[in-house]
């Protein structure tokens, strides 16, 4: 069975026109993270000249994180709303959107749910975006919460504790 190239040639075949100069692009598209080779050959037979190219990409997770990566909401009376911010950094070159998964906003064991905002959104390319945590207790004790944000091309969520 034939392998599919990760990588594409903008211009497979053409005639190199007097200047002696083309610019070619080749575009990388990994359906995984590693590193991946792929070899080309550049021919041009009037000139009897052969050349190899060896194509590396190098594909990886998308560079994004909590700062803090943690949060202690401080101590509240029941009813009464605590809240804190942290914030979701973006170090990639491009728009990530970001999705909370409603089902890790209860805790397991005090049976309570933190509410966040934004539940959804885009952290801009080389940018930062606040995300808000409030709690109003509806009973004493003490809860923790496991937050779990899925982001796009992240293949799996970060998570807030």
């Not at 080749?26 to 060896?54: A, C, D, H, K, N």
């Not at 975006?129 to 003490?142: F, R, V």
Request: aromatic content about 6%; hydrophobic content about 40%.
């Amino acid at each position: 069975r034939a392998r599919l190239s990760l990588f594409a040639c903008s211009v497979p075949s053409s005639k190199l026109n007097a200047t002696k100069h083309m610019e070619v692009l080749f575009t990388f598209i990994p359906m995984e993270t590693g590193t991946y080779r792929s070899m080309w050959q550049l021919s041009i037979p009037e000139r009897q000249v052969e050349q190899s190219l060896q194509l590396l990409g190098i594909a990886s997770e998308p560079s994004l994180c909590f700062l803090p990566n943690f949060l202690c909401l401080r101590t509240t009376l029941i009813g009464v709303r605590s809240e804190g911010k942290v914030q979701l950094v973006n170090q990639e070159e491009c728009d990530l959107k970001f999705t909370v998964d409603p089902n890790s906003l209860y805790s397991e064991t005090w049976g309570q749910a933190v509410q966040v905002l934004p539940m959804k959104g885009v952290v801009p390319a080389q940018s930062q975006i606040d995300i808000k945590l409030c709690l109003t207790p509806t009973q004493a004790g003490e809860g923790q919460f496991h937050v779990k944000v899925s982001v796009q091309l992240l293949r799996c969520p970060l998570t807030l504790d």
